[in-house]
């Protein structure tokens, strides 16, 4: 009895970490390019398959029991879908094939919840619910998690070598996720997988509880000081794909505020480019009314790429040669917020005149030479 009470209540633990992990997600802004928005959807399902897992655990019911199995499954499904795109996007960037990779677990949703799940039992009187699946489909949804979830570990091992060419300290970090992961998938594959495929209903399997250790880690390394240096390791390696040209600070109007390039660049070319800008993007918004609302994010041209990250009063943007990555548009984003935050009063008041404001020459010094991070 005592081990059926720890069961149900370990869920509980795995469903606010990973919860947690979500909610801090969109509390830092953290939703606005693929790689953000599949590891916010990973975790939140990772938390949504746990609370599945502890009402599943705690009701009585057995039609309400079946009901929270078939959203277990579903709930994990999608999670480790999402794991993957994630470590994919995070080492390289999303593209149009990756799309029809959501395809089949997208499709395996209504054979979850009509074919696959067929039945709850209670081995006794007041004891957890099991779940009785289709051998033959579960055997099936096995292969594509495991087909799914194998990636996105490989991935993460990636991660820790390139990880590991810049900072030995913060590689050992992501090798204890790497390690807890892969710990949590051949133990859910041993335990869940094979009581699933062999219809066990002698007792029930540990389901969303081994993912309480792997979200630990994660948090213990993504974000208490530590997330950012990961994610400036991983932009350096996604830095050998583009070359930064220039980098320039903008208000809302178009003027430029600051601008620095590697090579020197006269002022007219700076301030023609700021008003061209500022053209285009006026002529979408009054061209398209569906666009309004909207900013310019890109414009390319061949090889050259001018991105686009907007603030409340003013924008950065950024000409590169080569592939521009999620990473680089996350540092323009969190750099200008910084700048915002520290100049606010003079942005709301601003009257031209760049000595207002501070901070700005090295905003764009770190976009366009950021740091080593080697000894890190």
């Known amino acids: ?55 599943f655990f705690s009701t009585s019911n057995p039609a309400v029991a079946l009901t929270l199995a078939k959203l277990s499954v579903t709930a994990i499904t999608f999670a480790a879908v999402f794991f993957f795109m994630f470590t994919q996007t995070y080492l390289g960037k999303m593209k149009q094939n990756y799309v029809p990779l959501l395809v089949p677990p997208a499709a395996l949703v209504p054979v979850i919840w009509a074919f696959m799940v067929q039945d709850v039992v209670q081995p006794e009187p007041g ?6 699946f289709n051998p033959y489909i579960f055997g099936a949804w096995l292969v594509i998690m495991v087909a799914y979830s194998s990636k996105g570990l490989f991935n993460v091992y990636r991660l820790q070598k390139i ?9 050992k970090r992501i090798f204890g996720i790497f390690i807890a992961l ?15 495929v062999t219809q066990n209903t002698a007792f029930p399997p540990p389901f969303s509880s081994l993912f309480v250790i792997p979200g630990l880690l994660v ?8 997330r950012g240096m990961v994610s400036e390791a991983i932009r350096r390696f996604r830095a050998r794909r583009y070359v930064i040209q220039s980098v320039m600070l903008l208000y809302n109007n178009g003027l430029v505020m600051r601008s620095s390039s590697r090579r020197a660049e006269g002022e007219t070319d700076r301030d023609l480019l700021g008003a061209t800008l500022d053209v285009i993007q006026n002529f979408m918004r009054t061209s398209f009314p569906l666009l309004r609302g909207k900013s310019l994010k890109t414009i390319e041209h061949g090889d050259v790429r001018i991105i686009i990250e907007r603030g409340r009063f003013c924008y950065i943007a ?17 750099e200008l917020e910084q700048f915002e935050a520290a100049n606010r009063g003079a942005l709301v008041a601003w009257r031209g005149d760049p000595t207002e404001t501070v901070g700005g020459e090295q905003m764009l010094s770190r976009i366009l030479a950021p740091p080593e991070l080697f000894g890190a």
């Open 1 to 55: 009895m005592a081990a059926i009470d720890f069961l149900r209540t370990l869920p509980v633990f795995s469903a606010i970490v990973w919860y947690s992990l979500a909610i801090l997600q969109v509390y830092r802004d953290r939703f606005r390019t693929w790689t953000e928005r599949f590891f916010l959807l990973a975790c939140f399902f990772t938390g949504l398959y746990a609370e599945s897992d502890l009402a």
């Open 318 to 334: 950024v000409i590169l040669e080569g592939e521009e990555s999620d990473l680089l548009r996350r540092q323009m984003r969190d």
């Open 127 to 132: 004891s957890l619910f099991i779940g009785v």
């Open 219 to 226: 948090s213990a390394t993504l974000y208490p000081g530590a």
């Open 182 to 196: 892969v710990s949590t998938f051949f133990l859910g594959l041993l335990t869940n997988g094979y009581l699933g």
């Open 163 to 171: 990880v590991k060419e810049q900072s030995e300290r913060l590689s």
